[in-house]
Each structure stands twice: as structure tokens, then as C-alpha cells.
């Protein structure tokens, strides 16, 4: 299976680019999502690996709790798939997995319209992306 990004939470982006060692040159995209209630900024690292820093944007952001405690940490980590759909149904028959949402979101450097599904399995937070519509 093929990583699609590394997923991390920061209170502030500037405090996550400096950890993580990431110029403002690699800096490909910054998406609002409003359903999260987040801010996402897609580097691409010099490893050429997807990075993703999410930042909470509103009070109830999904990513609020776990920004406060931590400030800054690893979130998830992500990998694509071709259905969300078929994920879906071998994690409902799992006892060490958990959905926990499902999401839909324009990134562009993603390839347009994407399809997320966070999944906790035995405590490790994964993200699914496929990509819904190609935007080339």
C-alpha cells in the first residue's frame, strides 16, 4: 500500500514549518474546511512526501481538542484507496477499528474532489483519500 501524506495538528502553522523543518517554498496549497472547521496546509517535503498541517480554524473543530493538549503532534497518516466504500464495510466488521467520520473536500494538489475516511485502528489514527473528481 502506498503512503498518500503524513497528517500533523498545530496550534499555529509557523510552529509546525519550523519542527518539521519546512520552508514556505514547499508550501503547495491551503484549503479552509469548513465541515472540520480547520485550516490545512499541504507542503511537499523534500522526501517528495505529501505533508499535512491542520490547524484548528473554529470552536469546533475537529482537530481543537487534540491541538490544545498537544500544540503540536503526528495526527494521521494516509493512504489511497479507489472507495472509501470498500474500506468502509471491512472496517464495520472489525473489532479493532472505529470510523470516525467521513468527509468530502477540494484539494487541488489531492487532484481535486476527495473522499476521506478517518478510521482509529488499536489507537493509531488512519486517513483513506480517494479521489472523487480529477481536477488536470
Do not use: C
Not at 103 to 113: D, I, S, W
Amino acid at each position: 500500500m502506498n503512503l498518500h501524506h503524513v497528517g500533523f495538528v498545530a496550534e499555529r502553522v509557523e510552529f509546525a514549518e519550523r519542527i518539521l523543518r519546512l520552508s514556505k517554498d514547499s508550501l503547495i496549497e491551503v484549503v479552509k474546511d469548513h465541515q472540520q472547521g480547520n485550516l490545512i496546509y499541504i507542503y511537499k517535503s523534500s522526501a517528495k512526501i505529501w505533508i499535512e498541517i491542520v490547524v484548528p480554524a473554529e470552536l469546533n473543530s475537529t482537530v481543537g481538542n487534540f491541538s490544545k493538549k498537544h500544540k503540536f503532534g503526528l495526527h494521521h497518516i494516509a493512504f489511497p484507496t479507489l472507495s472509501i466504500n470498500v474500506i468502509k464495510a471491512e472496517m464495520s466488521n472489525s473489532p479493532y477499528s472505529v470510523i470516525l467520520g467521513e468527509y468530502e473536500l477540494e484539494v487541488l494538489a489531492f487532484g481535486g474532489r476527495i473522499k476521506t475516511l478517518f478510521v482509529s485502528t488499536m489507537g493509531t489514527i488512519i486517513e483513506y483519500v480517494e479521489v472523487v473528481d480529477e481536477n488536470s
